[in-house]
C-alpha cells in the first residue's frame, strides 16, 4: 500500500487565491482526517469524514475553508480566499472502522506558503 | 474530555545514552495512547501504541512507552540515543467517546549531540 498521498507537497500562492490540497486515503479505510500544524498552534484537527460524510467540522477556522470527500478515495481541502495567515502545514490522515486503537494512518502533509 | 500533557518542550541527550520523553494524559473512559515521531520535514509516523493490552509497549527503533494508570502517565524511552532519533515526538490520547480523534500533546523535540 502506498500509504496517504497527499498533493501538492509545497504551494506557494498569494494572498487572495485560492488553494486546493488534496487526499487519497489507504484503501479501505472510513475515516479520512484534516489536520493543520502551525509553530503557534501545534497540531489542529479541521474536520473529519465517516464513510464520505463530514462528522465533525468544527475545526474549521473560517468559511473560507471548505472540505469535500466526493468518494472514498479522495478528499479535498479548499481555501478561498486565502490569507497570510493560513501558511501551514496541512496533513491528511486516515483510519480504519474498529482499527481506531491502530492509531492513524498520516500522509507526509502539504506545505502552504500564502504570501 | 481528553487531554495530554508533554512535560518537556526541548530534550537534549548526548548519542548513546538514555532517552526518556515525558506524557501525562488525562481521560474519562479507557484511553489508547500513541507516540508519533515527526521528523524535520515530514510527516507523523506511529512509533508505538496502548491499547488495553499489556502496559509496557514496544515500538519501531528501539523505543517504549509504559502505561501507568495509577500516575496518568505513557512515558517514552530508549536504553541509547541514536543520531537518526533526533526528530519531534507528540504523545497522542484517543478514548472511547472522542469519536475517533486524537488529541495531541504540544510535542518535544529531541536533540541528539555526538
Known amino acids: 500500500d502506498a500509504g496517504v498521498i497527499q498533493s501538492p507537497r509545497h504551494e506557494v500562492t498569494e494572498m487572495g487565491q485560492e488553494v486546493t490540497l488534496r487526499c487519497k486515503p489507504i484503501s479501505g479505510h472510513d475515516y479520512l482526517f484534516w489536520y493543520r500544524q502551525t509553530m503557534m498552534r501545534g497540531l489542529e484537527l479541521l474536520i473529519y469524514?465517516?464513510?464520505?460524510?463530514?462528522?465533525?467540522d468544527s475545526g474549521m477556522p473560517e468559511d473560507r475553508f471548505s472540505a469535500k470527500m466526493p468518494n472514498a478515495s479522495f478528499s479535498t481541502l479548499k481555501i478561498q480566499p486565502s490569507e497570510p495567515r493560513d501558511s501551514a502545514v496541512y496533513f491528511c490522515a486516515s483510519s480504519l472502522a474498529g482499527r481506531e486503537r491502530s492509531g492513524y494512518t498520516f500522509g507526509s502533509g502539504t506545505r502552504l506558503t500564502v504570501v | 474530555a481528553q487531554s495530554v500533557t508533554q512535560l518537556d518542550s526541548h530534550v537534549s541527550v548526548s548519542e548513546g545514552t538514555p532517552v526518556l520523553l515525558r506524557c501525562n494524559y488525562s481521560?474519562?473512559?479507557?484511553?489508547?495512547l500513541f507516540w508519533y515521531v515527526q521528523h524535520p520535514n515530514k510527516g507523523l509516523q506511529l512509533l508505538l501504541k496502548?491499547?488495553?493490552?499489556?502496559?509496557l509497549v514496544k515500538g519501531i527503533n528501539g523505543f517504549e512507552a509504559e502505561f501507568k494508570k495509577s500516575e496518568t502517565s505513557f512515558h517514552l524511552t530508549k536504553p541509547s540515543a541514536h543520531m537518526s532519533d533526533a526528530a519531534e515526538y507528540f504523545c497522542v490520547v484517543s478514548d472511547s467517546l472522542s469519536a475517533r480523534q486524537l488529541t495531541f500533546g504540544s510535542g518535544t523535540q529531541l536533540t541528539v549531540l555526538p
Open positions: 496502548y491499547t488495553s493490552a499489556a502496559t
Open positions: 481521560s474519562s473512559y479507557s484511553p489508547s
Open positions: 469524514f465517516n464513510n464520505n460524510v463530514p462528522i465533525d
